[in-house]
């Protein structure tokens, strides 16, 4: 039988949906912006600018609200690798992930109320959130408002670095957001992490 404990309040499951969706949006204008061939645009060009700046707009707002909540409710504490033994328990998680779970064995350090994130999981976790993510919407802000961006930076025009450092760090999580959809698939069954995302109960 399995067992079933409540892991995710309603307000984490919404900012997550919520972010996924703009995230999405922001990659799909993203490349339009960058990438599309003129007469065969993923998105129209004009379109996709103003769809990507309110979406980041959006996304600045919803980073704001998950700073806060994650202060206010104590949530942060997930982000951090509990010691001792961070490292050692990362090589586990990662021989796990890459070797051991296709050969049935079970997983080293399943989710509880007190630590829902395995150490792997909390430093890839606060690396994105805390880090990559402040960087593409910092960048983002920057391109949207010009007139506080420095003339030059590093030689070289001032917009430059910045437009350098939002393509990769939106790289970045774009990455980040394939391999969290595949180890979404990792759960009990194929479906049970994003069920567990909707209901909020993960299953053992």
Not at 172 to 183: K, S
């Amino acid at each position: 039988m399995s067992e079933r404990i409540y892991l995710l309040p309603l307000w984490l499951r919404l900012w997550h949906w919520s972010n996924a969706v703009l995230i999405i949006t922001l990659a799909v204008t993203g490349f339009s912006l960058h990438f599309a061939d003129p007469a065969l645009p993923l998105v129209e060009f004009s379109l996709a600018r103003r769809i990507h700046d309110l979406a980041g707009l959006s996304l600045a707002a919803l980073y704001t609200f998950f700073v806060v909540a994650n202060i206010v409710s104590g949530n942060w504490w997930q982000y951090v690798p509990k010691p001792p033994g961070v490292l050692a328990r990362c090589w586990r998680q990662a021989r796990f992930y890459g070797y051991g779970i296709f050969r049935g064995e079970a997983h080293p350090y399943p989710p509880t109320r007190e630590a829902n994130f395995n150490a792997l999981q909390a430093l890839v976790y606060w690396f994105i959130m805390y880090l990559v993510l402040p960087v593409v919407v910092v960048t983002g802000l920057v391109f949207m408002f010009p007139q506080f961006a420095p003339d030059q930076m590093f030689g070289f025009d001032g917009l430059l670095p910045v437009a350098m450092l939002h393509y990769l760090a939106g790289t970045v999580i774009v990455l980040f957001m394939c391999a969290h959809i595949y180890l979404g698939t990792t759960g009990v069954t194929v479906t049970s992490l994003f069920k567990m995302m909707v209901t909020g109960w993960h299953e053992h």
